[in-house]
Each structure stands twice: as structure tokens, then as C-alpha cells.
Nanobody
Framework: QVQLVESGGGLVQAGGSLRLSCAASGRTFSTYVMAWFRQAPGKEREFVASITRSGSNTLYGDSVKGRFTISRDNAKNTVYLQMSSLKPEDTAVYYC????????????????WGQGTQVTVSS
């Protein structure tokens, strides 16, 4: 099983960009479908994006389509989330997650989670 560690969060002004990384331990990273979720204070954890094992297919939540891009590098055991045109409502703790089956937008279908990284967008 993989262990996941996110990095790259921080404070950014509205309209700015940030890239999150999620490094996975273990030799089975390429067998995992990977995703990003986020959770703002007082809100439920929300699907952001997912990517298939090969990286050939991606899914995005409606609120981030056209602004965020998920990608992965299986040689580096890392999945990325490039965030652009950031808005204050993007402020949240961002989590990467993995599962061995097909891509899903449901948080309860992912069984590997990182500890999260805080993203704060100021207006």
C-alpha cells in the first residue's frame, strides 16, 4: 500500500497560481487511481479532480474546471494539482487520495489519504 504526503500549499492572492504535489511511497503507485479533494471549514470534503493510472483520463469538479489541472509522473511516484486563477472560495485543506479500482468522485471510495495541505487565497 502507498503512503501519501502532500506539499506545496500556502497563501496566495486571488488570481494567482499554486502547484500542489503528492508524493507516494512504495512501488505500486502506478496501480492507483489518484484524486484530489478539498475541505473548507464547516463544509464537507469535496471532489476536485482525479486521474487514471496511466494519466490518460481526468475528471474535474465543476467548480474547478478550466482552472485546475491534475497530472501524474509515475516514474517519480507523484501526482500534481496545478491551480490557476485562484479564488477566495478555493481556500481549503487539499488532500490527495488513491484507490486501486476505477476513477471515482466519491470520497468514501478512496482508501488511501494524505494528511492534507492548507491553501489560502486572499482577496
Amino acid at each position: 500500500q502507498v503512503q501519501l504526503v502532500e506539499s506545496g500549499g500556502g497563501l496566495v492572492q486571488a488570481g494567482g497560481s499554486l502547484r500542489l504535489s503528492c508524493a507516494a511511497s512504495g512501488r505500486t503507485f502506478s496501480t492507483y487511481v489518484m484524486a484530489w479533494f478539498r475541505q473548507a471549514p464547516g463544509k464537507e470534503r469535496e471532489f476536485v479532480a482525479s486521474i487514471t493510472r496511466s494519466g490518460s483520463n481526468t475528471l474535474y469538479g465543476d467548480s474547478v474546471k478550466g482552472r485546475f489541472t491534475i497530472s501524474r509522473d509515475n516514474a517519480k511516484n507523484t501526482v500534481y494539482l496545478q491551480m490557476s486563477s485562484l479564488k477566495p472560495e478555493d481556500t481549503a485543506v487539499y488532500y490527495c487520495a488513491g484507490r486501486l479500482s476505477y476513477a471515482s468522485t466519491r470520497r468514501d471510495e478512496y482508501n488511501r489519504w494524505g494528511q492534507g495541505t492548507q491553501v489560502t487565497v486572499s482577496s
